[in-house]
């Protein structure tokens, strides 16, 4: 089955710096890949998606990029705030045939946003 | 739309005793997905439906547990009968899979403790 990894576990930046956050995923036929960001005692919520026919995608302070030959995918916030401050997990999972699937998820990034 | 609704948010119960989580899917969503939450493991999945037919069970851990889905708006996930192991925060995600982006929105969680 499919694996993911992400690192790191936690990251910790100063207010209006940049975070990265990156993931591994082990089989090549996933082909969708959202992020999900999660705060303390609350559901996880989608932030951005990004499906293997597209290589960058944006969306205001948040960007993910996707290297389907290295089999990795990056989120990258920009221009940080203290309510970006919250567990980040990655995901993977394949679409076939238009229809859906489960999400496998990494362990998880505790991003710490340092005023 | 009121979003996936889950109930009870909270069960604590003892070993041994049955435990019924419920779990009721965004209105016109075909997928549904049953997920688990725990520090050590991180998010799994555990089982999901599409159109209420179970279609990959293999996360489940072990035959105590087992899911149904009778009908478009209602899920059960049913442990019998509950081990401490079993503490978890357990998830209901739904998603519309046909011409969607497999978007899973989550529900609240049940937080279960078993003593």
Redesign the interface.
Known sequence: ?ENVEQHPSTLSVQEGDSAVIKCTYSDSASN?F?WYKQELG?????II?I?SNVGEKKDQRIAVTLNKTAKHFSLHITETQPEDSAVY?CAA?M?SG???????????THLIIQP | DAGVIQSPRHEVTEMGQEVTLRCKPISGHDYLFWYRQTMMRGLELLIYFNNNVPIDDSGMPEDRFSAKMPNASFSTLKIQPSEPRDSAVYFCASSRGRRGRNIQYFGAGTRLSVL
């Not at chain 1, 609350?42 to 989608?46: H, I, S, T, V």
């Not at chain 1, 238009?98 to 998880?108: R, V």
């Open positions: 089955g969708y959202p609350k559901r996880p919520q989608l998606d499906r997990f999972s679409r238009g229809g859906a699937d489960g999400l496998t998820f990494g362990k998880g």
